[in-house]
């Protein structure tokens, strides 16, 4: 695992999304003698001090509030009490994991949300950008793809509260589109705060805003196909389908790939911000999700020790759900995440 | 140049027929216009006044007599007032500190010879792998006493290892000769970040620096976690409360004076144009580097 992170650090990393690298960039350089040898790591620190002190400020900050927090996750193990702290409160061995083994109603329900969305998102969200992508790799005119993509990009920068609040003022009961049909004497329709409506409501928020912005990693795949190829296909008598699917698609595989093991890594993590703000209309039972269970259930209610026995086993589970995905990328003889 | 693209889709597709194009032009079309028209009734509806609302019965899709009333309402003192101003100050403050921070580290992990490269390195791509999980964060942020505190909406996310590693790849993408040429010539690694580097990475500080902006700007959830004073509150929670929430704005809430108040629904619609403005400002200049900054450094994470 290090030594494969390592890897692709040193291959400053992921070179399968771009091009070719020309001979002289970065890391083709020729080997030149190593500037570390015969040298103290006094020395070292020494002549690299302005460096050091460079790196300083990120990695405080890096170790302050990414590697530090993990050592508070030993309150999943204690009948923590804010007013106590860590040193005081009581340990309780593996207690507070009893809300995940013994199947808690309300963590079943949450977990169950939680598939049940990233189900949904995975098969009907994820594959959207690579087929807005195509069809835009395929208008005609640059000026009028360019327009296309700035239009699209933009709903990406919008926070989840503008998202949220943009589709209640214009699918709520009270919004444009309904006022728009009481207008003609049309029916109305309602969406928004109906429970059996609402993992479909999250869903078409994901895809109104990110959608378009998804496009950008697949049309830098895809401008970089060698024109030649479709030349010479269209030489041997491929038409327009056998070009996409023997040339187009192969280029775009290994980021679909890439995105696909990011996303299964993600498996447990869906739209947190989005839904503690529609919540409250709709009511827990069909929107808890196991960020929301911790949110709710260890800050709001007070539980901090199962809640922190949640998160714990939500985040090994997430890193085991990334390696294990990498490793069947590799099976299949993708790259993936990282390389072996 | 046209004649290029036409021969290159030509290639892709083949000669697509007018069904083909007709239906490209429809989907693309209406995703744009998924997009648009939302904006244009919430720009109309924030110019509204009382008549023309209760004529079109809520929402105005095309206003006839535009007035600012709700945009003065709002802009007078109150609630959105402060908020704008701290949201403003946060963006501000935090998208400096974090642009300084992320040149300083990209630029020092991108010096493969420098003492302790690699781990450092690796702490950074790490954190993209797990995150530390709410409660711990937390706790952490409390044991700091920062909570209520301005600096909880910046320092815990002063550094994004994705961000990182997009500058560190584009610094190793600069040409080594120009660096080691300077530093021939006596300059420290200091000098050779401000006059040489620096200066040939606009694009990707521009596009970086966006990124940490709209991130400060948009963050709600760590302003509801940390930031318990209503009067501290950032424009996203203003926005939460009066808009999503549809709380009714009073008197006191926009602290004007007089007792015509602008119709809520218009309000209302000029938070959140006002939420988006800064974005729609900054977007067109920064949008052209998208592709050459971020593609670049690879993936999206």
Redesign the interface.
């Known amino acids: 695992m290090?030594e494969t992170?390592?890897d692709?650090?040193k291959a400053?990393?992921?070179?399968r999304?771009?091009g070719p690298r020309s001979p002289?960039?970065?890391?083709g350089?020729p080997k030149r003698p190593?500037?570390?040898a015969n040298r103290t790591?006094l020395a070292?620190?020494k002549?690299?001090r302005?460096?050091?002190l460079?790196?300083?400020?990120?990695?405080a900050?890096?170790?302050?509030?990414?590697?530090?927090?993990?050592?508070?996750?030993v309150?999943a193990f204690q009948n923590f009490q804010?007013f106590l702290g860590?040193s005081q409160s009581e340990w309780v061995g593996l207690d507070n994991f009893d809300v995940i083994f013994n199947g808690d109603p309300r963590f079943l329900n949450a977990l169950a949300n939680t598939l049940i969305i990233t189900l949904i998102q995975v098969l009907f969200v994820f594959p959207l950008p690579l087929a807005?992508a195509l069809?835009?790799?395929?208008?005609?005119?640059?000026r009028v793809k360019r327009g296309?993509q700035?239009?699209?990009?933009?709903?990406h920068?919008?926070?989840?509260?503008?998202v949220?609040?943009?589709f209640?003022?214009?699918l709520g009961n009270?919004?444009?589109l309904n006022?728009?049909f009481?207008?003609h004497d049309m029916a109305t329709f309602s969406i928004i705060g109906v429970p059996e409506l609402f993992k479909l409501l999250i869903t078409s928020q994901v895809i109104?805003k990110d959608?378009?912005w998804g496009t950008?990693?697949f049309?830098?795949a895809l401008s970089r196909v060698d024109?030649n190829l479709?030349?010479a296909a269209?030489m041997d008598g491929a038409?327009?389908w056998r070009?996409?699917w023997h040339i187009?698609l192969p280029a775009v595989r290994s980021?679909f790939i890439?995105?696909l093991i990011?996303r299964l890594?993600d498996a447990l993590t869906v739209g947190?911000?989005q839904i503690?703000?529609q919540q409250?209309a709709v009511g827990k039972a069909a929107s808890e999700v196991l960020?929301t269970y911790?949110?709710n259930n260890?800050?709001v209610g007070g539980n901090?020790g199962t809640?922190?026995a949640v998160?714990?086993v939500?985040?090994v589970v997430?890193?085991v759900l990334?390696l294990g995905a990498n490793k069947l990328a590799h099976v299949f003889g993708e790259r993936g995440v990282y390389s072996r | 140049m046209s004649d290029i693209t036409v021969t290159r889709s030509n290639l892709v597709f083949g000669r697509p027929s007018l069904i083909a194009r007709g239906g490209r032009a429809v989907v693309l079309g209406a995703a744009c216009l998924a997009v648009i028209l939302p904006f244009i009734a919430v720009i109309s509806t924030s110019l509204a006044s009382q008549e023309e609302i209760s004529r079109a019965g809520g929402f105005v899709f095309w206003v006839t007599d535009p007035t600012f009333d709700a945009y003065r309402a709002v802009l007078s003192g109150g609630v959105v007032t402060r908020s704008v101003i701290v949201s403003l100050g946060i963006a501000g403050v935090g998208t400096a500190l974090s642009v300084l921070c992320t040149i300083g580290l990209a630029y020092a992990l991108s010096r493969t010879s420098m003492y302790a490269q690699k781990p450092m390195l690796l702490a950074v791509l790490f954190t993209l792998l797990f995150s530390p999980g709410m409660i711990p964060m937390y706790l952490v942020v409390k044991q700091l006493g920062l909570i209520d505190s301005y600096w909880a909406l910046i320092l815990p996310v002063l550094i994004n290892a994705f961000n990182v590693i997009v500058m560190r790849e584009f610094f190793l993408d600069l040409p080594a000769e120009l660096m080691e040429s300077a530093k021939i010539d006596g300059a420290g690694e200091f000098l050779v970040l401000t006059r040489i580097v620096l200066p040939l990475s606009k694009a990707v500080i521009a596009v970086i620096a966006l990124f940490y902006a709209v991130a400060y700007w948009n963050s709600f959830f760590n302003a509801l976690l940390y930031i318990n004073s209503p009067e501290k509150w950032p424009l996203q929670l203003v926005l939460r409360t009066y808009v999503v929430n549809e709380t009714p704005m009073g008197v006191d809430d926009l602290a004007m004076e007089g007792s015509s108040l602008p119709p809520q629904v218009a309000i209302q619609m000029a938070i959140l144009l006002i939420s988006v403005l800064p974005m729609l400002i900054v977007y067109p200049f920064i949008q052209k580097h998208f592709t050459k900054g971020l593609l670049i450094g690879g993936v999206k994470g």
Not at chain 1, 12 to 15: A, R
Not at chain 1, 54 to 59: C, E
């Open positions: 290090t992170i390592k692709r650090a400053s990393g992921p070179n999304t771009r002289g960039s970065a890391t350089k190593s500037p570390n790591a070292r620190i002549r690299d302005m460096l050091l460079l790196a300083l400020p990120g990695m900050v890096v170790a302050i509030f990414h590697y530090f927090p993990l050592l508070g996750n309150i804010p860590i807005l069809l835009l790799n395929s208008v005609l005119s640059e296309v700035s239009v699209l990009y933009l709903p920068f919008l926070s989840w509260v503008i949220v609040a943009l209640q003022q214009v009270a919004g444009m006022t728009f009481r207008e109104w959608t378009g950008i990693i049309l830098a024109m479709y030349e269209a038409g327009a070009r996409t187009t980021v890439l995105l990011l890594g947190f911000e503690v703000l409250g960020d911790v949110y260890g800050i901090w809640s922190a998160g714990l939500k985040g997430g890193v990334v």
